[in-house]
């Protein structure tokens, strides 16, 4: 059974009270368990964990070498800017997914950068907590 390491970042505990019109009513927690239902019927094994710091995100993608066989990331913020978290990816050499719940290419202008997404194997953008399931896809 693939294990899958799913991580969310900034401001995505959040879900489901911050800004409802960009990001959808569905709770963190909800978003968590539809995470592990689907995780189930795909026979995947996933833990989900969530930070505000990025140096923690850092620690999840590094402590998953050689302990999962992919990682699904929402760095929310981080994506336009941490090369540190990109680096973090480059080096575990672990199939990584990024995933965006809005469309962050038609927002303001600075979400158009993902620094990350060159060392993703695909970025989902846009599809709202589905592109999760989408993701979890690439590892059946």
């Known amino acids: ?53 990025e140096g923690k995100i850092i620690d999840y993608i590094q402590k998953a070498y050689s302990k999962f066989d992919g990682i699904i990331i929402n760095p929310g913020a981080y994506s336009h800017y941490s090369y540190a978290i990109r680096d973090a990816i480059a080096s575990v050499n672990i199939k990584t997914i990024e995933v965006h719940i809005s469309d962050v290419l038609n927002r303001e202008p600075f979400r158009a950068s993902l620094v990350i997404s060159d060392v993703c194997s695909k970025t989902i953008i846009g599809k709202g907590i589905n592109g999760y399931l989408e993701a979890l896809k690439e590892f059946e």
């Open 1 to 53: 059974m693939k294990k899958v390491l799913v991580i969310n970042g900034p401001s995505l505990n959040l879900l489901g009270i911050r800004e409802v019109d960009i990001y959808g009513q569905t709770t963190y927690k909800d978003l968590v368990k539809l995470i592990n239902k689907e995780a189930k019927v795909l026979n995947l094994k996933t833990k989900c964990v969530q930070s505000n710091y």
